[in-house]
């Protein structure tokens, strides 16, 4: 750095001395040079004026011209502006001079200077023009300056190009070479920024050449390696990688100059990369080309992935075990359910036949209470008839019995009624489910709208069918009563395309919530679901607080 510095001082100042010195010399000579072909130029011209003029006296007085000094005097006098001693004086033929005249507006110095001018001396210019008549040469006119005054400026002049190349020197030596220096201390920082991020990066970087060779190979790389710098630089590429590998990325570099095509730069690859003690290990690999004077260079950055490698594995391994063990675990959870479907099945079917058989004990009380019961209150009320037509009997106990052996038949039916409602044996479910409506509804002030449809009239469902659907409609329609606080029901059956049959229930009470179907101890719409089920059918609720509840079950009937 030290050395690029003083090279480039040393050039700069070469270079600034020139161009001062193409400034300081040159411009003296050159302000001598003009000024005198100005000089010489306008002499040139002034004499053949003044010639012609001369002449033309001459041609007016050939004979006597020379004796009219005066006029002769006028015709050459004139003011000189050059600044330059002068002096201009007519000759005759033979050289002697006829008149003379000194004139200089600028001039300041001695006045024999002037009269010293001679055309011959070295420092004095001279233009002469002849004199004519007729076409004959009579005299001459001439002129002659002194140029010392004129070496004088050029000396100034000189002074003035010294002055000037000096300051351009100075300029052109401090500014460019600051300029210089600064972007050479600036990029001497960003190639030290560079050096420190290589050596401080955990990746390893190499540079390689067009054909392969190392051309830099940084701490990183040697950690991973396990070669020194010095062992690789200089060394072919291939040396770090496995045979295979290595000969392929050689046979790559060949045929890249033909092909052009990049296949290797630009994207992360995973590639096999070889250490100092013959290791294999992966590396994920990522080239960038760039060009150094032009040639051809390739940076490759690995990374050492042999531990992430590792966890991968780790976690395929895990993953596999993860695997195996939910496949147990769902083994274990389909058998589970298997049992618990088993189990539910069979409760369902105990649940069913419970159904059966309370509705079996149902019917025989119904029929006990009806054949003993009724037989016994029957006659019992036959006999009080009987008694109250004897003679001598008061007839007010008497009554006061018959009506409690009245009630008594009235309950006993009541409870026949309840327990096997005769409507179903006698008039068929449809009707049953329509009388127990009409009852229910009259009895508690509802409004109530019962439909059966029209091609199930026909249709006489199984026994326990028909028990099932009574007995929905009873439990539905009692809940109505009991919780919706409602002021109508409806009840729909109909026939659904599929065949099934549905049962609906649809009241304009309070509605229920999730929780109300999860009360302990409530066994109402719990048992209608399992009586459905048992049946193959299906139960579903549909509420919306405020408005009502709508119970829906669908089953095969035949
Ligand atoms: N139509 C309805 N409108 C409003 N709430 C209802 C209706 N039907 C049922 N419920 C609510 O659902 C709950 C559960 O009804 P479920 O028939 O199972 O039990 P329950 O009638 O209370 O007792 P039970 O075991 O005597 O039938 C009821 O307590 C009630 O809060
Ligand atoms: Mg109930």
């Given at each position: 750095m030290k050395e690029l510095n003083v090279n480039l001082t040393r050039t700069t100042t070469r270079l600034a001395s020139v161009i001062a010195g193409l400034i300081a010399f040159p411009l003296p000579v050159a302000f001598f040079i003009l000024v005198l072909q100005f000089n010489l130029a306008a002499m040139n011209d002034e004499a053949k004026i003044r010639a012609d003029n001369l002449s033309a006296l001459i041609s007016t007085n050939p004979q006597s011209w020379q004796l009219d000094e005066a006029r002769l005097q006028e015709l050459i006098k004139d003011l000189n502006d050059t600044g330059l001693p002068e002096s201009r004086r007519v000759v005759d033929v033979n050289g002697r001079v006829i008149v003379q005249s000194f004139d200089s507006n600028e001039y300041r110095g001695p006045v024999e200077a002037l009269e010293a001018l001679d055309p011959r001396n070295a420092l004095t210019i001279a233009r002469r023009s002849d004199l004519m008549d007729s076409g004959k040469v009579v005299g001459r006119f001439e002129i002659m300056r002194d140029v010392r005054p004129l070496l004088l400026e050029t000396a100034l002049v000189s002074l003035l190009g010294l002055f000037l190349g000096a300051l351009v020197l100075v300029v052109l030596r401090v500014y460019p070479l600051r300029a210089l220096k600064l972007t050479l201390a600036t990029l001497a920082q960003e190639k030290e920024r560079a050096e420190v991020t290589l050596q401080a990066i955990g990746d390893a970087v190499v540079t390689i050449d067009g054909r392969g060779t190392v051309q830099s190979f940084n701490p990183a790389a040697e950690r991973i390696f396990g070669y020194a710098a010095a062992e690789v630089v200089g060394q072919s590429m291939k040396m770090l990688m496995p045979e295979s590998f290595g000969n392929a990325f050689d046979s790559y570099l060949r045929r890249y100059p033909d092909t052009g095509q990049p296949y290797l730069t630009g994207v992360e690859r995973e590639i096999s990369a070889q250490r100092s003690d013959g290791e294999v290990f992966p590396v994920d690999l990522r080239i960038s080309e760039f060009y150094l004077y032009g040639r051809r260079q390739l940076i490759g950055s690995m990374r050492d992935v042999t531990e992430r490698k590792r966890a991968q594995v780790e976690i395929l391994q895990l993953n596999a075990n993860l695997e195996a063990r939910v496949e147990e675990r769902t083994a274990q959870l389909k058998f589970a359910n298997e049992q618990l479907r088993i189990v539910t099945q069979r409760l369902r079917q105990l649940a069913a036949h419970q159904e059966g058989v309370r509705e079996a004990e149902r019917t025989r009380i119904a029929h006990e209470l009806h054949d003993e019961l009724g037989g016994l209150l029957t006659s019992a009320r036959f006999d009080i008839s009987r008694l109250g037509q004897l003679?001598?009997?008061?007839?007010s106990p008497i009554e006061k019995v018959r009506d409690t052996v009245d009630a008594a038949i009235g309950s006993t039916r009541a409870i026949i009624s309840d327990l096997r409602p005769p409507v179903i044996d006698h008039l068929g479910v449809w009707r049953a489910i329509d009388w127990y409506a009409r009852e229910l509804a009259n009895r508690r002030g509802l409004r109530r709208q019962v439909v059966i449809a029209p091609e199930l009239e026909d249709v006489t469902p199984a026994h326990d069918v028909g028990i099932c659907l009574y007995r929905l409609v009873q439990e539905a329609l009692n809940n109505v009563v009991k919780h919706a606080e409602a002021t109508s029901i409806i009840v729909n059956v109909r026939r659904l395309p599929t065949g099934l049959v549905e049962v609906e229930t649809i009241d304009d009470g309070k509605g229920l919530s999730s929780e109300d179907l999860a009360k302990v101890g409530r066994w109402g719409v719990m048992g209608m679901r399992e009586r459905v089920h048992s049946h193959g059918g299906e139960l579903t609720i549909e509420s919306t607080p405020g408005r009502g509840t709508t119970l829906r079950a669908t089953l095969r009937i035949d």
């Open positions: 003679p001598g009997i008061p007839a």
